[in-house]
């Protein structure tokens, strides 16, 4: 028998040996999973059933039913291919993904193996560290379906925009690591797994709530709102990179995990792990409040379609006095959502201090009294106030510039956007993702998890 | 800043075969109105079977639990060579190997002990040495969950005998085992105890207990009720003769 004296000296390991062996039981644990391998075999199913529609729409609004010639200008793959193809990846990390990342965390718990863990030599917190670093080599495979549609799209001839492709590449590896934080939050705070999904789900509902309540309200309630997972996405999905997104969901994921370390230290009191917990979601709140106010961005867009033309870019750049918007109009109205998206986010973006007040008491606009100004939209800026009804970039540019007492700036040339059309059929997309993807996952599975040697046969020989 | 997978403190205060003593005062557990331990008070000697007994729902693996520190107790220290050891600082002691757990159930038998030992710092070889000192080794391609009761509790002794821990502390450890298996066992451990390893094991069976343990923790209800070898229990008892049941029905 070894003794004691026949292990590592002093009962010191080797850090990269221990990080090599936590890692791989993680990998191990989580390939053992059928939840994983189910994910991978719907996630195939979903970016086929998306890459096929998506390519399909986006050839007839090329023309290849018909139609007229000017549909197809300026038509773009990052919201005709690109979005929707990966917007498979929000369905999973928000319907699938957290069970998977809830079995890794409570299994630990359900299986008595946190009590050997907990023993280890390495920290506790390294064995969470290792549980995410597994998660998001888990989430990164799983993303290879839409790597995969992405290359299909390019061999039909497809275009693709490095810059807004991999903003929304990196849009969905964070959604998936929020999606890591708060599952392994609710994965060690809750008895059970079972309980732990029940917990991760109120959570994605209660971001669906947060979403909806929040649509033109201003505020906290909308700037909080900001980074539900839905809402943090469309930022990617819409050709921005923008800093506070990456680091509030970064700070969120990494709080998330830092929850389940702390709790899952069942040696400590309650009182002490309840304390640590408290500590942690100050922080992570001190830290995203901090995060948010970070105004850095760029837009990665080849239509720049979050920005204004470049000489009204730096001519509302030079502005510095603040312009506050006071908006009546209602949040389902779509003169809201079209002056929103096609121009307050843009002042957001190149503006130093812009306000937008939501004045609009009701929440469909039908009800508004006359006299409540529904339908005006006023813009405040060095004392000066004017109103107006538009939602046209050019126009509210125009109030903006008459309040700031300068001339509209001469217009700089530009390449203009002029789309990508491509009238193609997704001939081999079946195939792939209905055959060959599923082939491959079950082949994988097997190959991981196959019958070792067998007991008998050892001991029969 | 030290790695998070440092060691925080080295095996220094208790070196296998040193003469420090382990020591465990008042140690007591509450779980809301009900006290499951009791100001439990003994030592553990360097280099000795310590066996643990009392009757079921006495509080032998709270008393585990919380001296291991993977349990938080309401009252009470661990102390070595006069020094207080903070439940945190436990597991640089002693290794617990609790009883009742399943872990990785998909893992194979050969994989576990080799991530054991891995994460623990072992040399290969032991591994191999303990999966032949345990007849572990037609196991090696096995599933944790295709394991029998027996077969698993040698698995889960395997992990603990692949640390480096002088003190090693396991929860019922011939449970599940036939005879044949429980004299192996037994070999096995007095091997450790000979190679500076000490021990301390809660048992049930008192036939076991008294062929392996050279002293008796006796706990009943939460509260020791007598520490020694047999014939000091027996003298605490006011037996003139008498096997350890005879002692365990007298004082429990």
Redesign the interface.
């Known amino acids: 028998m070894p003794s004691p004296e026949s292990k590592a000296p002093n009962g010191h390991t080797n850090a990269a040996s221990t990080w090599r062996w936590l890692i791989e039981k993680e990998l191990r644990e989580l390939t053992a999973s059928r939840s994983y391998w189910l994910l991978l075999l719907v996630i195939g199913a979903l970016v086929g059933h998306a890459f096929i529609n998506s390519v399909e729409i986006y050839a007839e609004a090329s023309g290849s039913a018909g139609g007229p010639a000017a549909l197809s200008q300026g038509l773009s793959p990052l919201e005709g291919i690109v979005v929707p193809i990966l917007g498979a990846y929000d369905l999973a990390a928000t319907l699938l993904f957290p069970f998977v990342v809830i079995r890794l965390v409570a299994g630990d718990k359900e299986t008595g193996a946190l009590a050997l863990m907990l023993q280890a030599p390495s920290r506790f917190g390294a064995s969470v560290v290792a549980k995410g670093i597994a998660l998001v080599a888990a989430w990164i495979i799983a993303g290879t379906a839409g790597g995969i549609a992405l290359v299909l799209w390019r061999t039909m001839g497809g275009h693709l925009y490095a810059p807004e492709t991999s903003t929304v590449l990196l849009g969905h590896l964070l959604r998936g690591l929020l999606t890591i934080g708060v599952a392994a939050a609710a994965g060690a705070l809750a008895a059970s797994a079972a309980s732990a999904a029940i917990i991760a789900l109120t959570v994605t509902l209660g971001t669906w709530a947060l979403d909806y309540v929040a649509a033109a309200r201003g505020g906290a309630i909308e700037a909080i709102a900001q980074y539900t997972p839905s809402a943090a996405l469309r930022v990617f999905e819409h050709g921005e990179l923008r800093v506070s997104t990456v680091l509030v969901l970064f700070t969120l994921a990494i709080g998330g995990l830092a929850i389940a370390a702390a709790w899952m230290q069942e040696g400590r009191a309650l009182s002490r792990r309840l304390l640590g917990v408290i500590g942690i979601v100050a922080g992570v709140a001190v830290a995203t409040t901090l995060f948010a106010n970070v105004r850095a961005s760029r837009d990665v867009s080849e239509d720049r379609r979050n920005s204004f033309p470049a000489a009204d870019e730096a001519a509302l750049h030079a502005i510095d006095q603040p312009l506050t918007v006071t908006v009546y109009l209602a949040a389902e109205d779509p003169r809201l959502v079209d002056l929103d998206r096609g121009v307050l986010a843009k002042l957001r973006r190149v503006m130093k201090r812009v306000t937008v007040v939501y004045a609009a008491q009701g929440r469909s606009g039908l009800f508004e009294k006359p006299d409540e100004h529904y339908g005006e939209v006023y813009y405040e800026l060095g004392g000066k106030t004017a109103m107006s009804r538009s939602s046209t970039q050019e126009i509210v540019l125009e109030t903006i510039y008459e309040l700031a007492g300068r001339p509209p700036p001469k217009p700089i040339d530009e390449a203009a956007y002029h789309g990508y059309p491509l009238r193609a059929q997704p001939t081999g997309g079946p195939w792939v993702f209905f055959v060959a993807w599923p082939l491959v996952v079950m082949a994988a599975w097997w190959w991981v998890n196959k019958p070792k040697i067998s007991r008998l046969r050892s001991f029969g020989e | 800043m030290a790695?998070?997978?440092?060691?925080?403190r080295?095996?220094?205060r208790l070196k296998?075969g040193s003469s420090r003593v382990v020591v465990v005062d008042n140690l007591s557990k509450r779980f809301g109105p009900f006290w499951a331990l009791r100001g439990a008070s003994f030592s553990i000697h360097p280099g000795e079977i310590l066996g643990l007994i009392g009757p079921n729902g006495s509080g032998k693996s709270t008393l585990f639990?919380c001296l291991?520190?993977?349990?938080?107790a309401t009252h009470g220290t661990v102390s070595v060579d006069n020094e207080t050891v903070p439940?945190?600082d436990r597991?640089?002691i002693l290794?617990?190997?609790?009883d009742?757990?399943?872990?990785?159930?998909?893992?194979?038998v050969g994989?576990v002990l080799q991530?054991?030992g891995?994460?623990?710092?072992?040399?290969s070889?032991?591994v191999a040495?303990?999966m032949r000192?345990l007849g572990l080794?037609?196991?090696?391609?096995?599933?944790l969950h295709?394991l029998s009761k027996g077969e698993h509790r040698r698995v889960m002794l395997g992990?603990g005998?692949?640390?480096?821990?002088?003190l090693l502390m396991l929860d019922e450890p011939f449970d599940g085992l036939d005879l044949r298996q429980t004299r192996d066992v037994m070999s096995?451990l007095k091997?450790?105890r000979s190679?500076?390893?000490t021990l301390f094991l809660s048992i049930h069976g008192l036939g076991d207990a008294a062929r392996i343990c050279d002293r008796l923790v006796l706990l009943s209800s939460g509260a020791i009720v007598g520490e020694g070898t047999l014939d000091e229990l027996r003298a605490k008892a006011k037996l003139a003769s008498g096997g350890l049941e005879e002692v365990f029905l007298a004082l429990t």
Do not use: C, M
């Not at chain 2, 009742?100 to 194979?108: C, H, K, L, M, V």
């Not at chain 2, 080794?137 to 599933?143: N, V």
């Open positions: 790695s998070p997978l440092a060691v925080s080295p095996f220094s296998s639990d291991a520190g993977i349990a938080p439940p945190g597991k640089n290794y617990f190997v609790p009742g757990i399943r872990p990785w159930p998909d893992q194979t994989w991530f054991a891995g994460v623990h710092g072992a040399a070889s032991a040495d303990v000192a080794q037609p196991l090696r391609g096995a599933r295709e992990i005998l692949l640390t480096p821990h002088p096995v091997d450790a190679g500076g390893r």
